[in-house]
């Protein structure tokens, strides 16, 4: 039965690979974004669930978005981002089931002035994700979609530099 309980339901492997997967990732991506650039950034995540095991459909995806809430709460290091936590658990879990998904960033001016930030999810596969993280009418600065017929991102080819910052010139045959 391919480790599934009932046909329609996640077995215990999946929830607790999705439990995993909540608890683990948020410290990783937290270090991560300190120091490379949210392109980048996005391209590891989406090798990331690439890599992971497919996980079985239909995705409970009510039970996976309350997880992750419970998860952005707990985190300190999230505090002023928790729907950008919320949102990478979210498109990652959803990547993870093989299913189209878009993460959007965007901003807005909120009261007095002040520039707002949010984050939030589509999916032509997964219409109830609108419905958990809305774009609540902010303008969009920046978006990533997961395809999964699509070929992998591949990762930047290492540049070496010497002891003076400056890259080594190219030799000639």
């Keep these: 039965m391919n480790g599934r309980t009932q046909p329609g339901r996640w077995s215990p ?3 607790i690979s999705v439990a995993t997967d909540l608890w683990i990732w948020p410290p990783r991506w937290h270090r ?13 995540v989406e090798r990331a669930a690439r890599r992971a095991p497919a996980l079985s459909l239909p995705l409970p995806l009510s039970a996976i978005a309350c997880l992750a809430r419970r998860r952005a709460g707990l985190s300190l290091r999230w505090r002023r981002t928790r729907c950008f936590l919320k949102g990478l658990l979210l498109f990652h879990v959803i990547a993870r089931s093989r299913q189209a998904v878009t993460l959007h960033i965007g901003c807005a001016l909120g009261g007095q002035g002040r520039l707002a930030g949010h984050c939030w999810l589509s999916s032509p596969d997964v219409p109830d994700v609108s419905r958990i993280l809305a774009s609540n009418g902010m303008t969009e600065m920046f978006s990533r979609t997961y ?6 991102r591949q990762a930047p080819a290492a540049e ?13 045959p």
């Design 32 to 44: 991560s974004l300190r120091f490379v650039p949210l392109p980048e950034f996005m391209d590891e």
């Design 160 to 172: 070496t530099e010497n002891d003076h910052g400056e890259r080594p010139a190219e030799r000639s």
């Design 13 to 15: 492997r999946d929830w």
């Design 147 to 152: 395809d999964p017929g699509a070929a992998p």
